[in-house]
């Protein structure tokens, strides 16, 4: 039967779900954006997450951060929707840029905590009332974290405009996961794909090029990405793979509703980011993949992180 765990963390509490006699468990900071610090599984952590508060707090590299309401960049902030202009802070000084939205600092309260023999998970949820002059559109987000024996995590989530207006909406998460020590040792295989042609502010060009590298699982070596990669097949699952000593992941989600992926692997060469997106980069702008959501619509969206074999 899985266990909850509530601890200090910092000034936060952490959420620890955990299976006694597995091993198997996750945690999460419900306060500071849902943050997930790790996934464990036979009693192995999969996820290069933050380890202590003042990591959390300072957010280098966006571990595990919920990207809402946009992943990525947007073009110096700036955007026009339904003929009016917005502009979000530049909170990415090396391309003078907005990235990943808000969410990642806000404090989701935790709606339910379920647990089983074999699986449990957190409801996390954030309401939004529209105060941001650049982006006065409320909103409720709510994410279910579920982690189950079978080696799946999930993260289920679901938006609901509470705007009497359109809103546009893009979604995406930012794991890292290490299966070994250093982020070169891994092997990955890719879906087939195009890679987004970006400047040098990492902004899209509008020119896109079908990627064959990482076709079949490759060793990563000494490769650089932080790329932005669109799927190439219409609909079905898009599922990235890891690799590193004896284990394997998959991280997968459907293309209709992640339609656009990103890898990076950051200078510390630790671990490898594998991000589902709903959109491009810069979709506020190109509108590749943006939502609009409607007054009281909703949109729901699933990703799956599996150990393979």
């Keep these: 039967m899985y266990e909850l765990k509530k601890t200090a963390f910092g000034k936060f ?10 091993g198997n468990a996750f945690s999460i900071v419900p306060e500071r954006g849902a943050n997930v610090l790790n996934i464990v599984f036979g009693k192995q952590n999969i996820l290069d997450g933050y380890e202590t508060p003042e990591e959390l707090e300072a957010a280098k590299w966006g571990k595990s951060v919920l990207l809402f309401p946009f992943p990525n960049r947007l073009d110096r902030g700036r955007y026009e929707w339904l003929g009016k202009q917005y502009e979000f802070p530049l909170n990415n000084a090396a391309t003078e840029n907005a990235i990943h939205g808000f969410v990642r600092d ?8 379920f647990l089983a023999k074999d699986h449990a998970s ?8 529209g105060d941001r002059p650049y982006y006065p559109f409320p909103f409720s987000l709510e994410v279910e974290f579920m982690i189950h024996d079978n080696g799946t995590f999930t993260l289920d989530m679901a938006v609901h405009n509470l705007h009497d207006q359109a809103i546009p909406v893009g979604f995406g998460w930012h794991p890292y996961f290490r299966l070994t020590d250093k982020a070169d040792k891994h092997r990955m295989k890719l879906p087939p794909c195009e ?10 060009t509008g020119n896109r090029a079908v990627y064959l590298d990482f076709q079949k ?4 070596g000494e490769t650089f990405l932080d790329n932005c990669f669109f799927n190439t097949r219409a609909s079905g699952t898009a599922r990235m ?3 590193g000593g004896d284990r394997m992941l998959h991280v997968s989600a459907n293309i209709r509703q992640f339609p656009f992926f990103q ?5 510390h060469r630790e671990s490898i980011a594998l991000e589902p997106m709903t959109c491009n980069v810069d979709a506020f702008n190109n509108g590749q993949g943006l939502v609009s959501l ?6 729901k969206g699933r990703m799956e992180v599996k150990l393979g074999v």
């Design 13 to 22: 509490t952490r959420y620890e779900l955990h299976h006694p006699s597995t």
């Design 294 to 299: 409607e007054p009281d619509r909703e949109w």
């Design 195 to 204: 890679m987004v042609a970006i400047n040098d502010r990492m902004i899209p």
């Design 122 to 129: 957190i409801l996390c949820s954030y309401n939004y009332l």
């Design 263 to 267: 890898v990076f692997t950051p200078p």
């Design 241 to 243: 793979t890891l690799e």
């Design 106 to 113: 806000e404090a989701f309260e935790v709606e339910y905590v």
């Design 217 to 220: 699982k490759t060793v990563v």
